[in-house]
């Protein structure tokens, strides 16, 4: 069973920056997929931007130009640059694992994004 530990998350104003991290806690090279999801009040989970065990990438239209998702399988970890918030872009962010046969979520961690 992996456990997955988001942090970064945190105030910040519109235009501003914040990276996002993703902790495992056993390795993620057997992992196919890696995203970042979020979930606003009301609202449905949405998938925010995903990245293949060979660094393929996809993002949400809303994402895309603004975040960057990456990972570092030597370190267990991924991550999310998040660059020009949006008020709207506040939510709770999740990390998400994919292996065969199994599905792994963090606990989540708040971003807001308000003057």
């Known amino acids: 069973q992996v456990q997955l530990a988001e942090s970064g998350g945190g105030l910040v104003q519109p235009g501003g920056s914040l990276r996002l991290s993703c902790a495992a806690s056993?390795?993620?090279?057997?992992?196919?997929?890696m995203g970042w999801y979020r979930q606003a009040p009301g609202k449905e989970r949405e998938l925010v931007a995903q990245?293949?065990?060979?660094?393929?990438?996809n993002y949400a239209v809303s994402a895309r130009g603004r975040f960057t998702i990456s990972r570092e399988n030597a370190k267990n970890m991924l991550y999310l640059q998040m660059v020009s918030l949006k008020p709207e872009d506040t939510a709770v962010y999740f990390c998400?694992?994919?292996?065969?046969?199994?599905?792994?979520w963090g606990q989540g961690t708040q971003v807001t994004v308000s003057s």
């Open positions: 056993a390795a993620i090279g057997n992992m196919a997929f």
């Open positions: 990245i293949s065990r060979a660094g393929s990438t």
């Open positions: 998400n694992g994919i292996a065969p046969g199994q599905m792994y």
